[in-house]
């Protein structure tokens, strides 16, 4: 490849696609606001961790770009359980470190792309992990319930709108 044609490729072109109406923007606001207050408040209740930081990630594709394929059902879930279990797998395996942490975002996004699971936020589920020296339990809770919850509130969120449809797909 020519560097010129390696340099042109980034300026881009055109303007961004996104489009957000005030209505969007409050449905958004609210579905957010209702999970994370909901995770919170649990966590708060119980001596379990309900909720982890990039459920907020994944609550901003659900309510504000929930018609698109990284943000269905299936991208959510399958994203945060699979990237958090190579984190865990990575973890235990080899303890932590900067190599590790590579690795299992590395293997996360790989993994993801394969499984037709790609979930962004859940690309930062391995470091959370990692870092953090998360056990087992932590595939379930936070990441299976917390994951599930931010779902079933998309469901009601995103589909009490007329003009929203969600999810677009399940499998």
Known sequence: MEAGTFWSKMKGGGRSALKASPR?????????????????????????????????ASCVLAF????????????IVGGHLLST????????LFHGGVWVMAAGVGLAIGLMMLTRTTHPPAGADPLIVIMAGSGWSFLVMP???????????????????????????WI
């Open 85 to 92: 279990l190579i984190g865990l797998i990575l973890s235990h």
């Open 24 to 56: 969007n923007a409050a449905i958004g606001a609210a579905g957010g606001f209702a999970v994370i207050a909901v995770l919170a408040l649990l966590t708060q209740a119980s001596s379990s961790a309900w909720l982890m930081a990039s459920f907020g």
């Open 143 to 169: 990441v299976l319930i917390g994951s599930i919850v931010i779902v079933l509130a998309a469901l009601v969120v995103n589909n009490l709108d007329p003009n929203r449809r969600y999810p677009t797909f």
């Open 64 to 75: 504000g770009v929930w018609d698109a394929p990284l943000s269905q059902p299936r991208n």
